[in-house]
């Protein structure tokens, strides 16, 4: 009879318990996918989600899209928009994504009948190791929540998917929001309406005193030469299939590699780099922003060693829609199979420079 008694207790504690954990999830809702807002400022939110569901809301608003990792968070529509007044772009950049999430949303976008018109792939060079690459094959929903694509995306039900978000059990990611809504005032947010993300707190203390910002951000201060990060052979046949499924649905592509911290260009793996580089002119005609030049060697443009700012993202467009002659001459490169050698030998030398200054 005790037995008995004990049991019912455990099981009404573990119901409690359940009940309990969803509460709070919901309440506080760590990774925005329940739109409770009681919590107004983000903290780990869900990007492949909430994202989706603003176009679901919004689809004849846009008509083209930024596809990119969170580096390309800072690209903003308003950029590309003065130079294309017709276009309306939405920044579909998502953190820690890889070219099967570009994949997978561009053929969610155009399977379900969204306008795209043009597309920008942006490529980050740090996410193209082959480690990367095998984590990133497999099943969507084997990533964090921080990371799982909306339920239509992967044709799942609404209720299963949100039944993974009421029993897990993240006490970081909640703890996390509640200290960035009490303690934070100027917290980074994520602007639905265009798809960038602001940086508010780096952006304050750079204002403020951007040497002593450079100073306390560690990323920046590696400085040594380690080339240890390889790019797999697999991304030239992904950026393949983007490419095809672009020219399959008349879509305009425009591909940038994207700048890259001096800390991030020290450890690339060179004969990786370049192969890369010459394979992907093979296929296409791009643009490359990245290699040792006057802005990559200057952290104050550079929120850490994987982020940069807006100023750069600017320039950027500017040095694509050539609208701008003061930009640095050795920023921004259209590479193609007749100019790919020559670039590849212009890099070779930088590298080989960075190798002694930052042995």
Not at 22 to 27: D, E, G
Not at 135 to 150: K, N, Q, W
Not at 302 to 319: C, G, N, S, T, V
């Amino acid at each position: 009879m005790l037995t008995r008694k004990w049991t019912y207790k455990l099981i009404a504690a573990l119901l409690a318990g359940r009940l309990f954990l969803s509460i709070v999830n919901i309440c506080v809702d760590p990774y925005d996918v329940f739109g409770s807002n009681i919590l107004t400022n983000s903290h780990a939110t869900n990007e492949r989600y909430v994202k989706i569901k603003h176009l679901l809301k919004n689809r004849h608003k846009y008509d083209s899209y930024i596809f990119g990792s969170s580096k390309a968070n800072v690209l903003s529509p308003e950029m590309i928009n003065k130079y294309l007044p017709d276009t309306h772009y939405y920044n579909l950049s998502m953190k820690n994504s890889s070219l099967f999430d570009y994949l997978l949303h561009l053929n969610y976008l155009i399977r379900n009948g969204f306008e795209v018109r043009n597309v920008i792939l942006t490529i980050d060079l740090s996410l193209l190791s082959p480690e990367y690459f095998a984590a990133f094959r497999g099943e969507p929903l084997s990533l964090t929540p921080e990371h799982f694509p909306h339920p239509s995306v992967l044709k799942q039900s609404n209720i299963s998917y949100y039944m993974r978000y009421l029993k897990k059990l993240a006490p970081k990611a909640v703890l996390g929001k509640i200290h960035k809504n009490i303690f934070m005032n100027s917290p980074n947010q994520l602007d639905i309406e265009k798809g960038v993300y602001r940086w508010n707190q780096q952006e304050k203390e750079i204002m403020v005193n951007h040497e002593k910002y450079i100073l306390t951000e560690d990323s920046l201060h590696t400085n040594k030469v380690n080339r240890y990060l390889k790019i797999s052979g697999e991304s030239i046949d992904a950026i393949s299939r983007f490419i095809k499924l672009c020219d399959t649905n008349n879509i305009n592509l425009t591909i940038i590699i994207l700048p890259q911290n001096y800390n991030v260009m020290n450890i690339l793996a060179e004969a990786e780099y370049f192969s890369f580089l010459i394979n992907l002119s093979k296929i296409t005609q791009y643009w490359n922003f990245s290699g040792y030049h006057s802005l990559s060697t200057e952290n104050k443009y550079f929120y850490d060693y994987q982020h940069f700012r807006p100023l750069i993202a600017e320039m950027i467009f500017d040095r694509i829609y050539n609208k701008n002659s003061t930009l640095p001459m050795d920023f921004g490169f259209l590479i193609n199979q007749q100019t790919v050698i020559p670039h590849t030998i212009e890099l070779s030398y930088q590298l080989r420079k960075a190798n002694v200054m930052w042995k």
